[in-house]
């Protein structure tokens, strides 16, 4: 039995970036660990790859344990750019996502 959780959010991205020529929408994911609510990996539908591992490298490591705030705070403090709105709404998406599964 695996011992970790795929998540996935997603939010509308806003008109005028690379992304949105591509995609409709923006897709967060989150690979957590099942115990400690850990986030191991991340990924996003960004449009670079470099815009992809740093939003990667920005959440690995926070609990979905303590509560999404922590997790905002750092995207809205670190990535600053048109899909800031979008990747906030993906990823309280996803922490909804991990909500639900805590409850069942």
Do not use: N, W
């Not at 690995?60 to 999404?68: F, M, V």
Request: one cysteine or more; aromatic letters at 8%; proline letters at 2%.
């Amino acid at each position: 039995m695996t011992k970790t959780v795929m998540l996935a959010g997603h939010a509308k991205l806003p008109q005028g970036m690379a992304a949105s020529d591509i995609y409709q929408t923006l897709t967060v994911t989150l690979e957590t660990d099942s115990k400690y609510g850990v986030v191991l990996d991340a990924s996003c539908t960004l449009a670079t790859d470099h815009a992809q591992h740093f939003f990667r490298q920005l959440l690995k490591g926070y609990s979905l344990l303590d509560g999404i705030e922590p997790i905002l705070q750092v995207i809205e403090r670190h990535y600053v750019g048109k899909a800031q709105s979008a990747l906030v709404a993906a990823t309280k998406d996803a922490y909804k996502q991990y909500t639900y599964m805590k409850v069942k």
